[in-house]
Structures are given as C-alpha cells and as structure tokens.
C-alpha cells in the first residue's frame, strides 16, 4: 500500500470518529490530518488524543495494547487547529479529502444551516484550489438530499435550478431582517409582558434579562422557521436535506467541473455499528433513537407515519467500510465519468432497495424487544409500550392539540394554588407532560418525512463497488447481510437502552444531589446564606404582625386590628406576586405608631421565645453544621430587625428591614432603608463577600421563594427549602437542591 496523506473533516463527529479509527487500524502506512476546532481551554490536538478514551477505540486497543494506538494518535495524525468557518492553511501532497463535516440538525435556524453545510464547503473547495493539489475528494452527504419525492431515486447529479449563492445570500440576510422585527415596540412590549409575568419577583434586572431571552428566543425560532418554510417550499423535507443539497452543488461547480475528481457518498439513516469498531458502537443518540426510546418510556403512544413505508437505516460502519473502498479505488466504478457527471461520482449507501425494512416491521420488532425488556418508569415499575394503529398526521396533530390545552389549563388552576408538597408534585407531573408533549410535536414536525416516505434509494453503483472486494474482504458493506430483527433486538436496541441508563444514572446522581443531605467541607472562607420566612421559620411577615398586635393590644382590639390586615390581604397577594418590597412596605406600614422600646420589650418576652421556638429543627441542624465547619453564618431578611433579635446569636451576620423612628421612638410607617430583597439581596451580597473576602463560589444559599432565585444564583451551592412554584420550577429546570421541610 502506497503511504498517503488524508485530510479528514468532522474527526470528532459520530461518522468522522468511526472513519479515524478505521483509517488508523486498517491504512497504517498513512498520515491523517484532521480539521478540529478548539473547544474552550482544550485544543484540537486534547480533543482528538481525548478520542482515546472513547469506546469507539476500545476493541482496538484491547488488540493493540493502548501504547500502541496512542503511537499511531501521535505519529500519524497531524492536527489543524480550526474549522470549516476559519480554515488554516491545508498540508500539501494530500492525496484525499474526506468531508464528513456538517450540521445535521434538522431543525436549525436557516443562517447557520447554509453557513455551516454551504459555506464551509465553499471554503473548503476553494482552499483546495488555492493549494494546486488534486486530491480525490470523498464528500458525505445524505440519500435524502433529492428532497421530497416518490419511486426511485438515482445515484446521479441532482436535478433542480435552485442558486445556491441566492440562497445563502437570502439566508444571511434572514437573520438581520427577523433581528429587526424581533425589537419593534410591539413585539418588544409583549415579550416584557411575558417576562414580567415570569421573573418581576426576582427584580428589574431579572424581567430585563427575560425580556432579553424571550427576544432571542423568537428570533431562533423564527428562522428555524424560515428554515423549515423555505425547505418546503423548494421541495426539500427540512432546512439539512436543502443545505447538503446546495452542498452537493458547491462541490460540483467548484471541484468536479474544474476537471478534478469528488465522489459523493449518500448514506441514509446512520445507526449503530453492526460490526466495527464494535457491534452496536454509537456516541450519543442518532436520528431514529429518540423516536425509539420515546416510545419505550410510553410517551409516543402514537406517531403519524405510514406503516408499510421502508424506513432506511444503515449501520454506521457500512457507511466507514464505503468511504475506506473509495480510499482505496483508483478508478471509477463504471468506467471514467461522462462529461455530464464532470468528474463526479454517487453512491447511495442504503438499506431499502437491497434488503427493505418496513416501518410495521420496525415497531413491531421494538415493541417485541420492550415487552421482553421493558423500561423502568419515574416509580420502578415497568414500562407498558403502546400498540400503534398508524394514524393519519390529522388525527395525531388534533390528540396532540387537545392535551396541550388541557395541559395548559391545569397548570394555570395549579399556578392559582398555594404552594404545598401536592401542589409541587402536580406543578412537577404537568411539567413532564407538557415536555413530553413538545417532544411528541419536535417528533411528529422532524421525523414525519422519514416515516411516511415513499422513495427508494437505487444502491446500483455501491453494489458495483461491493463487487470490486475481494471474497472474504473483513469490510464489506452488503445491506443483504444485515438481519434487521437480530440487528434491532441483539445488537442496537441494547445500546441505546444502556446509553438511556448512563443518562438515567447521570440524572439519579443530580437527583440524589438535589433532595438528599450532602456533607458540608470546612471552608473558613464560606457563606452560609439564609432567608427567614418560609425557610429558617415556618412563619411569614403577615403572621409576625399578628403576633406583636396579640402581644401589645389588649384582646378586644385584636379583631380590628387583625380585620385591617386581612382587608389588604387581595392586595398583600398581588403584591407578592409582583414584587416582594411592595409586601413588605404594606405589612410594615401597619407598625406605625409603635414605640420601638414596646416591641424591644414583648420580643424580650414571650413573643421572642415564640420566635425562637418556631425555627424549623432541620434549619437549626444546618446551621449549627455551617457554624462547626467554620463557615460565616448570614441571615438576611425582610422582617423588621427588632423582630429577629431573638435568633441573632445564631448568625455571624444578620440584615434586617430598619424602620424609620421619630425623635420620640415612635415608628413612623416608613422604612429606612429600601429592604433588601431579589436583586438587591443579590447585590449586597455580592458587595459583604468582597469586603470579608470570603468566596460565594464555595458558599451556600437557602430559600423558599421565586424571590430569592436573583441571590441564590450567585453562590455554589443553590438550595430551594420548601419552595413556592416559581421557585420549585426553576430548581428542577437548573438542577439545584430541592429540600422539602
């Protein structure tokens, strides 16, 4: 075998990894040299070495001896620091290029779908070009890159008159246009709405940024669309098959019109490995699994598709064992291209044609393999899979419709209730509904086209290539080998369950993490941060001011006094619904006309041991714990000062609301000082850890409310104690601790 120099893109990918270990194994007199971009502090050449520790070299260093394949990482791939966007000079005496870069989202927004699958292929070729070399190219494209059509599709150039350079102009340009419109005062004015809805508990900041976030959410969204309507509209499934077919394009006009030599491999649907590196080798989860595993967990009872369609998946080494075969082949398989092919070649590495899977066959063969082997569900038991009836996109688009409005009508009778352990666990089960219910819709949009296509894929020319092997060549590549149940049930569906249970492990740990107790490290330069009410006490600023009226007036004025403040409570509500401060400042006006020496004198009475004694035992547990760890105690609160003397030997530091006092003791109603609550919690905290020196990174926060989310973001360790539901939804959405007291 002569030593080559090959040039490989996407080297990090699903298919590119397969490809380099492939090359590495089978082509040892050859040097590699593999495009990578940088990710944070790890380099292109961390990224391929960290490839070593991946499954997808396992077998080969069980053979080898690691040593041995970490020489051949060493010495024989030449890493090129970049990527398609920012191409660095190419190597010289390159004998092949291998493309297999690209997004493969389906659903991307229409810019960086053509900026990606367009124009990193224009900058490719035309590096190419500059260089002077002639290469042959070998360019990974999809078997579904002829768009939406019937019968059978040919291993030939494309036929359509779409400008691909019109196209990517349209799709930059898309983006500035939707950028525009997302901050016209219209839209602008109902995204503030939403987020003040949201977040105006966490403070101004917080509805800014979620006005922010909203924006920029319409915008991705709106040009997933573009994405999605342009596809259609030029007959293509979705925005991928439309840009791997301008990709097609690019590299016919720029390479193989130009007299030099591209051959297009097409496959269809890439899953597991049959053989190499090892059988049922995936990383991560690829087109069909997610349908798949939806279905297993018994969320996808139904999915709009035709049943006697043929659904084409081909492992992923056949796609490797191709691409090798190309390598290796010095001519082409029919004979030197006609002028009307220019140079270029296709072969559709395809199952449907040869040996046809039926989507009736697919499911049936899956449900067959989770009856046997069903799931666990949230509660350990075992996972009933659903008998599909094949419905039409009709029906299913209406069920789908019909559960999301009852959906969203539960969750707005939940988000009306108090906050409780049920009224969490409600909030919690509609939350997963809601979730599976979107990932039922994203299936139903993306892989519509997959389930219910009538085309069939010719493989005449990859069978010809086949031919070329010799007998008992170790990578052949004929879809008639492959016995699709034994596939399924012995070789792929074990692979992506036990990729399913490295996930569902990875999220019992979080979960574990998040409602169990954790050990606390001495750190003298920690926080320990609490809230008062509803967190350290069970208590809240409305009951507080019951108890001083109890405990200063005599009995016969209880119930005035008491029926003043239930007279506002309408308002208390929509004020803490709004912002905490305005609760505070419209419980503590009640306060005016006390002398500060009278409260000084019930807290130093029964009021304060009632204080005392309603700390919730596992707060106190806590912060004992804290306190032996060496950590600096905080407690920070919207209760007036006099009212938590009771608990300051408790804390290292304790800020209370202060109340404005005449010259003659009296409080006047007012507040001293704006209370410090959401972002101005946030803010002097950051301001106290700086002037101690202590570090918020290794400190921990404890709160109950939505409120205290502005704060309890800044430290290490975030922890929301019996939370309301704004709250309880955002710790389940960051996976902070939740504990229920």
Do not use: C
């Not at 070998?138 to 291993?155: C, D, F, M, N, Q």
């Not at 840009?243 to 591209?262: D, F, I, L, P, S």
């Not at 709009?304 to 082409?332: K, M």
């Not at 296509?453 to 990859?462: C, L, P, S, Y």
């Amino acid at each position: 075998m002569t030593p080559s120099r090959i040039l490989l893109t996407g080297a990090t990918g699903f298919l590119g990894q397969a490809v380099l270990q492939a090359l590495l194994e089978s082509r040892p007199e050859d040097t590699v040299t593999v495009l990578v971009r940088p990710r944070g502090t790890q380099t292109g050449r961390d990224r391929v070495e960290r490839l070593l520790t991946r499954p997808v070299f396992a077998d080969w260093i069980a053979r080898a001896g690691e040593d041995a394949v970490a020489e051949a990482l060493r010495s024989r791939v030449e890493v090129l620091e970049g990527d398609l966007s920012a191409l660095p000079p190419l190597p010289e005496s390159v004998g092949t290029v291998i493309h297999s870069a690209s997004s493969v989202s389906f659903d991307a927004p229409i810019d960086e779908a053509f900026e990606t699958n367009v124009g990193g292929v224009e900058n490719l070729y035309r590096a190419l070009l500059e260089t002077g070399q002639d290469p042959h190219v070998i360019h990974v494209s999809t078997a579904y890159v002829g768009g939406i059509s019937k019968g059978v599709a040919l291993e030939r150039r494309l036929t359509h008159t779409v400008d691909h350079r019109a196209e990517h102009t349209a799709a930059k340009l898309a983006r500035e246009r939707v950028e525009a419109e997302s901050r016209t005062p219209e839209n602008l004015r109902a995204f503030l709405r939403s987020a003040r809805a949201q977040s105006s508990r966490m403070g101004p900041k917080a509805v800014a940024a979620a006005a922010e976030a909203a924006r920029q959410k319409h915008v991705e969204d709106r040009l997933v669309d573009f994405g999605r309507t342009r596809a259609e509209s030029l007959g293509w499934t979705d925005v991928y098959t439309l840009t791997k077919a301008m990709a097609e394009r690019v590299a016919e006009e720029e390479w193989a019109e130009t007299g030099h030599r591209v051959s297009f491999v097409r496959p269809s649907i890439i899953e597991s490995a049959l053989r190499h590196p090892r059988p049922g080798w995936i990383d991560g989860f690829k087109v069909a699994d997610p349908l798949i595993m939806a279905y297993a967990n018994g969320s996808l009872s139904e999915f709009p598709g035709h049943a006697d369609s043929v659904l084409d998946i081909i492992p992923v080494d056949f796609v490797v064992n191709v691409i090798l075969a190309l390598v290796d082949r010095d001519r082409p398989v029919r004979g030197e291209p006609t002028t009307a092919e220019a140079g270029a070649e296709y072969f559709h590495v395809v199952s449907g044609t040869s040996n046809p899977l039926p989507f009736h066959h697919m499911v049936s063969t899956v449900r067959e393999y989770f009856l046997d082997r069903p799931l666990p569900d949230p509660d350990g038991q075992p996972t009933e899979v659903p008998e599909w009836s094949f419905p039409n996109s009709e029906l299913i688009e209406q069920r789908i419709r019909l559960k999301e409005l009852s959906t969203r009508a539960g969750r707005s009778i939940v988000d009306r209730l108090p906050s409780s352990r049920r009224t969490r666990q409600w909030a919690a089960r509609l939350g997963r509904i809601d979730s599976g219910l979107r990932s039922l819709r994203q299936f139903a949009d993306l892989y519509r086209a997959y389930t219910k296509t009538e085309m069939v894929f010719d493989d005449a020319a990859t069978r010809a290539l086949q031919a070329q092997l010799p007998p008992g060549h170790p990578r052949r590549f004929d879809v008639t080998e492959i016995d699709w149940e034994r596939y399924f049930k012995d070789i792929h569906l074990p692979a992506v369950t036990e990729l399913t249970r490295s996930y569902a492990r990875k999220r019992s740990r979080t979960s574990a993490r998040q409602t169990g107790p954790s050990p606390i490290a001495p750190a003298p330069d920690a926080l320990a941060v609490f809230d008062l009410d509803g967190t350290v006490i069970s208590t809240n600023i409305v009951r507080q001011y019951a108890s001083v009226v109890r405990a200063t007036q005599p009995p016969h004025r209880w119930p005035a006094a008491l029926a003043g403040i239930a007279g506002i409570v309408p308002g208390l509500l929509r004020a803490e619904s709004r912002d905490r401060s305005e609760l505070i400042r419209m419980v503590n006006r009640r306060y005016r006309g006390y002398r500060i020496e009278q409260l000084r004198e019930v807290i130093a009475g029964g009021l304060g041991e009632r204080i005392r004694s309603s700390i919730r035992p596992q707060a106190r547990t806590l912060i004992d714990e804290h306190r032996a760890a060496g950590h600096r105690t905080v407690l920070v609160t919207g209760a007036l000062e006099v009212l938590v003397e009771p608990l300051a030997d408790l804390f290292d530091e304790v800020v209370a609301t202060r109340m404005d006092v005449t010259d003659s003791g009296v409080l006047s109603g007012y507040l001293a000082t704006p209370p410090l609550v959401d972002e101005a919690r946030a803010n002097w905290l950051r301001k106290y850890a700086s002037g101690i020196g202590a570090d918020l990174g290794k400190s921990t926060g404890y709160g109950d409310s939505l409120a205290d989310a502005a704060w309890l973001e800044l430290v290490g360790e975030p922890i929301a104690v019996t939370p309301d539901l704004g709250l309880y939804g955002l710790a389940l959405k960051r996976r902070w601790k939740v504990l229920e007291w």
